[in-house]
């Protein structure tokens, strides 16, 4: 390779400005979209968790889907840590909760599979 080819290979053979497009798409994606879309998210959790725990309410299925709500709004806030980890990279905070908020991802991800099954369960039992 020559200097100037050297310059211009930046990441994986794509060009300088290929590679500054990729990062631009992913601060928009990941970064800001995420954001506003795991806030709404959360938003939405809690206000059914509110509706699902009220004391006219009460019932299994409900406090199943409450909970339900609980592990999914788990992994919208695990998710809400990538994002603000890839609009503040250099943050060294951040970048220490991203292997713990990764583990928990995962974890949260199990829950709701599990509680899905489990309301699944629960509502076949009712109907049969």
């Known amino acids: 390779f020559t200097s100037t080819r050297a310059q211009i290979v930046v990441k994986c053979g794509s060009t300088e400005e290929e590679s500054e497009m990729l990062d631009l798409f992913k601060f928009l994606i ?28 009460r019932n299994v299925f409900n406090h199943l889907l409450a909970t339900l709500c609980m592990a999914d709004m788990m992994v919208i806030l695990t998710n809400l840590v990538f994002s603000v980890n890839t609009l503040c990279p250099n943050n060294p905070l951040l970048s220490s909760l991203v292997p713990v908020s990764d583990g928990l991802c995962h974890i949260a991800v199990t829950v709701s599979v599990f509680l899905t099954i489990a309301i699944t369960v629960e509502r076949y039992s009712a109907v049969c």
């Open 30 to 57: 990941s970064g800001v979209l995420t954001l506003l879309t795991g806030l709404v998210g959360t938003l939405g959790n809690i206000l059914s968790i509110a509706t699902l725990l009220h004391r006219s309410m």
